[in-house]
């Protein structure tokens, strides 16, 4: 298992930018993982944002946020991040890190393990 501390969440403005981060600790190996964030706005489901690959040769997006999303990792750091610009209100949500051995497992939304959450805000 791999624990999971997202931060940089926050309130910002539409048109604003964001870069969350997500540190990762545990025995494994962090480059092991596949890593990937999503999100869950009120009253909805968790949805798939973006996601790497281990070496972060191979990345996917969510056609929501493609072209305004990046996702990266630093392995030297055991971590991932998501730099998030043109925001709008339809981004707000609690936005989760996710770790997953299995690349495709967590694209489709089942990856083993969570973090706990970030909130960010996208005020109009």
């Known amino acids: 298992q791999v624990q999971l501390v997202e931060s940089g969440g926050g309130l910002v403005q539409a048109g604003g930018s964001l870069r969350l981060s997500c540190a990762a600790s545990?025995?494994?190996?962090?480059?092991?993982?596949?890593m990937g964030w999503f999100r869950q706005a009120p009253g909805k489901e968790r949805d798939f944002v973006a996601a790497?690959?281990?070496?972060?040769?191979?990345?996917d997006y969510a056609d929501s946020v493609k072209g305004r999303v990046t996702i990266s990792r630093d392995n030297a750091k055991n971590k991932v991040y998501l730099q998030m610009n043109s925001l709008n209100p339809e981004d707000t949500a609690v936005y989760y890190c996710?770790?997953?051995?299995?690349?495709?497992?967590?694209?489709?939304?089942?990856?083993?393990?969570w973090g706990q959450g970030t909130q960010v805000t996208v005020s109009s």
């Open positions: 790497i690959g281990w070496s972060g040769g191979t990345t």
């Open positions: 545990g025995r494994r190996t962090f480059s092991s993982y596949a």
């Open positions: 996710a770790a997953d051995a299995g690349y495709s497992k967590l694209v489709v939304g089942g990856p083993d393990c």
